[in-house]
């Protein structure tokens, strides 16, 4: 049997953290222009990702804003995303995120007829919000920063950047700011949510979905961004 030394045991964390964060990189969409700079668009999820988060959303909140109907409202939002998934099904594209999109409105949907309460078309993004805040929070903690795993994926940098105070640093700033995007959508949002302002709550979902997340993802990357030598 092959002996392991302390260094072999040590090494075994990192390397499997290197690999996960290679993982992770493969399945975000953050890449680089010729630039150098965030495509933030393809961050996004590009053109078709946007639609496919955004519309189940405001669909529901036109319909409901015009007819008060929850039924209808909760089955337009159902049919959009259906439509969306049917589409890739025939194109044959990637189904990682529509799926993950489906199952949300679709947890969204039967949360909100189970209590008859549209506001509750929007609390799973609560809990969502709130899981994501506590795995950065910790990855912040254990010095192994979100955004330091994809951004430095994106920047050719892979795990190295974690040998350097500099870069650390910076990583770690990066993702707090994604974390004060996500607390501030439950700062904003929660009290909406209680208050009972469906169309204030729907309107603040949309604002503080996609372009909110890709101004912070804009700002962290600015952040992060290494420092040429002079």
Known sequence: MARTTPEDDGARPADALAG???????????????????????????????????????VFLVVFTLTGNLTWSLGGSVVVAAAFLAARLVQRSPLTMTLAGIAGVALSTFLALKTGK????????????AGYIAAMVVSIAVRWPVLGLLFGYARN?????????????A????????????AARLAVQLPLYYAGAIDALGAMRLLMGVPLYAFGLWIAWLVSRPVKAG
């Open 20 to 58: 996960l964060e290679q993982a992770m990189a493969a399945r975000s969409a953050l890449v680089r222009k010729d630039n150098g700079e965030l495509d933030l668009l393809a961050a996004a999820g590009g053109v078709r990702g946007i639609a496919e988060s955004v519309l189940p959303g405001l």
């Open 118 to 129: 549209a506001e509750n078309y929007y609390a799973v993004g609560f809990f969502t919000n």
């Open 157 to 169: 940098e892979g795990v190295q950047w974690r040998k350097k105070p500099a870069r650390l640093r």
């Open 171 to 182: 990583y770690r700033a990066a993702t707090w700011i994604i974390v004060g995007v996500m």
